[in-house]
């Protein structure tokens, strides 16, 4: 009887012991590296620590940032694809290294079928600006100006074959402009000229951009997606000015090696879910500029999309003959 007791107690103590331990998320019993294709202190390496930090106290184990930017993201991903392939490193970065880069750089064409997207942390959307100078006030004063001034307009893009490109391209194609394209390495020296009156327009994202729409040193014309944004929710939609087919926006969250197993990466896809929800990581996200849904997409539909999205992209490069670089 005392045995049975005693036995008792210390089931009860172990069960107790077991409730105060908080679950985790965890998917490696290893430190994990995230790979971030782009330099530290950039808005991705920002967002990347912050996210980074949550996940190590949900899954218990350390997360460790490593940037490894360069040749539109490939140096990243050779990276990413040559270390063993049991979620110990992953990369976070945006959708477009998936679903634009490739199409406008060979070497990434090449290694994009070696990854897989696992899950999203948030989302960004375009929107279209003017420069201070620019004498149009909404979306049908800027479409008038250009068409009274052929040839003399140009847009800014943060580089050729990025969404930025495309919607210039589209927006010139639906409402029969001709604006001039000039792509820059960035979205920062994009917006410098546009802020500085030498280019009248740009495509740019909201995340980046919102700070310099409040304080007045851009114009707004329009959000380039379906829905308004969260961040920006008093500008309308192109699609609302009669421009449907300008639905452009990208996610960034956590991609990883094709290798990796359909089980890891359901783990990586609900510890990051649940790490972009923590009420700090998601005000600190918005913050950024960045929208963040309750629960985003599962693996398997997370794929779909990409996929989706890589081919409308594809059909977008083959109808403005959008040349690749080697």
Known sequence: MHFTSRTSRRAVCATLLALAVPTTFAWSDKPVKVIVPAPAGGVMDQVARILGDQLAKDIGQPVVIENRAGAGGVIGMQALVTAPADGSTI????????????????????????VRPVAVAARDSLVLIGAPNTPAKDLKELIGYV???????????????????YAGMILNQKAGLDMQHISFAGIPPALTQVMGGQ??????GVGPTKQFIVAGKVQVYGVATK???????????????????LDFSNWVGVIAAATLSDAIVNKINDAVNKAANHPDVKAKLVASGFEVSPRDLEAPQLAQSVKAEFERNAAIVKTFDIKLHQ
């Open 91 to 114: 990369m976070f970065t945006a959708s477009n290294l998936l679903t634009e880069i490739p199409h406008v750089l060979k070497a990434s064409m090449d290694i994009v079928p070696k």
């Open 227 to 245: 829905a308004r944004s969260s961040q920006l929710p008093n500008v309308p939609t192109l699609a609302e000015q009669g421009y449907p087919d």
């Open 199 to 204: 280019i009248p327009v740009m495509f740019s």
């Open 147 to 165: 068409k009274a001034n052929p040839g003399k307009v140009s847009f800014a893009s943060y580089s050729t074959g990025t969404a930025s490109h």
